[in-house]
């Protein structure tokens, strides 16, 4: 079975401070994102690589980076943590070619407030 | 008006009811998928489909492209079924894939 495996379940931050969030997949998978879920408003995607040392933004990038060192890890760093960073935090890797082209496979996600 | 509009929003029935949750969107899309999430998080991906039907166990989601619209339907349902089931399209935005996500529907099934 593949695993998205997130660092952290639950983070409380200080305003102003710098988080990182680490997602690792153990399937190969060329595909990886960052979505945040806050209630109505579904899954948004911050970012997302296609390969080694590649990033795009997503839909609501600000505030974010990331960083794509190794196709295994996708890390999502928030430069100075704000309270509207409160949020859920998911990761997702999905193939390029295969059975499973297209299919996403999700992390338990990492629950981060910010006081 | 979103892109991904799920009905209903909530849903609580007795076990052993028959659950429909509709998904209707907007956009031409290339595939559609249907997650769901437990309580702590965990989203696990229970279909993918571009035409048709597909089904699992007592899951089956079906889809018709020219309405727009797919249904994931839970046969003999169980408490354990309670969940949040999220639907999603993957379309072209700008020559890129991009996905959209429905904002989820709470099913709860009571013993």
């Known amino acids: 079975d593949v695993k998205v495996t997130q660092s952290s379940r639950y983070l409380v931050k200080r305003t102003g401070e710098k988080v990182f969030l680490e997602c690792v997949q153990d399937m190969d998978h060329e595909n990886m994102f960052w979505y945040r879920q806050d209630p109505g408003l579904g899954l948004r995607l911050i970012y997302f690589?296609?390969?080694?040392?590649?990033?795009e933004k997503g839909d609501i990038p600000e505030g974010y980076s990331v960083s794509r060192e190794k196709k295994e890890r996708f890390s999502l760093i928030l430069e100075s943590a704000s309270t509207n960073q409160t949020s859920m935090y998911l990761c997702?890797?999905?193939?390029?070619?295969?059975?499973?082209?297209?299919?996403?496979?999700f992390g338990e996600g990492s629950r981060l407030t910010v006081l | 008006k979103n892109e991904v509009e799920q009905s209903p929003q909530n849903l609580t029935a007795q076990e052993g009811e028959f659950i429909t949750i509709n998904c209707s969107y907007s956009v031409g899309i290339s595939a559609l998928h249907w997650l769901q999430q437990h309580p702590g998080g965990g989203i696990v991906s229970l279909f993918m489909l571009s035409s048709g039907k597909k089904k699992h166990g007592r899951l089956i989601a079906t889809i018709n492209i020219q309405e727009k619209h797919s249904s994931l339907h839970i046969t003999a349902s169980h408490p354990r079924d309670s969940a949040v089931y999220i639907c999603a399209v993957r379309s072209m935005y700008f020559g890129n894939e991009k996905l959209t996500f429905g904002t989820g529907t709470r099913l709860t099934i009571i013993p």
């Open positions: 997702a890797s999905s193939p390029t070619g295969g059975e499973f082209t297209g299919e996403l496979f």
């Open positions: 690589s296609y390969d080694v040392k590649m990033k």
